[in-house]
């Protein structure tokens, strides 16, 4: 279905005008497939008003709409910022509108056409399901995939003690193979490397750094490197735990980067930024 529905009557949660599209679900803003970033308030007076494209909206309904009656605020400056703010991601003007018309003591105007049609993603999920913005799965718990995230660090952190303080034991194993002290080398840097590094990631996870997303993509070549040279750690227990066990358990550590990446994508996707954030909305 498309093309513009009373907003009493539709189920849509699609709206398109010129370029953009318009998500009321998700609360997102699309310019020709990609996201554009416009904080709450901006998008809640841009859903209002093309709720009521080609109507007037007036400043007292915007009001009623966007602010409880108890909340204590400088009503138009807020209604003229997020206006501005709105303005400058559409590229409108208030001299020469194409979108958003303002009349004078009145209110303002959506002047252009909207198009609403049904989301056929959202339309075939179940109601409850809310997608993963990125990978196309349904949005995991985040207090789960950050702990997750967390015990991966600690693990490594546990590794890079233990090898740390057993250094002579690691000289002994790897000198009598082969020889060369260039094995206990590799593990006495990396694990000096690592320990600042998985410091680093297990506060990030615990304190919910907005940016954690962003900073781990910047670094993953350098931890996956860090984490293929780890992956070898159990045959230098190979005396103890068999060839077998050593095998399975590098097979594993070579998986476990990868999962890494993957669980910070779950709970921080490239598209929420510092203010989607639990902590930054309780503030």
Avoid: C
């Avoid at 005008?17 to 901006?42: H, M, Y």
């Avoid at 993957?262 to 996707?269: D, Q, V």
């Amino acid at each position: 279905m498309s093309g513009p529905v009373p907003p009493t009557t539709r189920k849509s949660t699609i709206a398109r005008f010129g370029v953009f599209e318009v998500d009321t679900a998700s609360g997102e803003l699309r310019k020709q497939g990609r996201r554009i970033r416009l904080q709450d308030q901006p998008f809640a007076v841009l859903v209002v008003l093309i709720e009521r494209a080609g109507n007037v909206v007036t400043r007292e309904e915007l009001r009623t709409r966007l602010w409880a009656a108890d909340t204590f605020v400088d009503f138009d400056h807020s209604l003229n910022t997020a206006v501005n703010k709105l303005r400058e991601v559409l590229g409108d003007s208030a001299t020469s509108p194409r979108f958003v018309e303002t009349l004078a003591r009145r209110g303002y105007r959506f002047v252009a056409e909207v198009h609403w049609e049904l989301d056929p993603a959202r339309e075939a999920a179940p109601a409850s399901a809310v997608l993963h913005p990125e990978l196309d799965i349904p949005m995991p718990h985040r207090g789960l995939t950050r702990s997750l995230f967390a015990l991966i660090q600690v693990m490594y952190l546990i590794f890079y003690l233990a090898a740390l303080i057993n250094w002579r034991g690691v000289d002994q194993v790897t000198g009598d193979r082969m020889g060369t002290p260039w094995v206990l080398v590799v593990v006495l840097v990396t694990a000096a490397v690592g320990i600042p590094v998985r410091f680093y990631l297990l506060s990030a996870v615990v304190f919910d750094y907005a940016r954690l997303g962003e900073k781990f993509t910047r670094i993953f070549l350098a931890i996956l490197v860090l984490d293929e040279l780890w992956a070898g750690a159990p045959f230098l227990l190979v005396n103890h735990i068999g060839f077998g066990a050593a095998l399975g358990a590098t097979a594993a550590l070579l998986y476990v980067p990868f999962a890494e990446r993957t669980l910070i994508r779950m709970a921080y996707p490239r598209s929420m930024g510092p203010e989607d954030t639990p902590a930054a909305k309780k503030i």
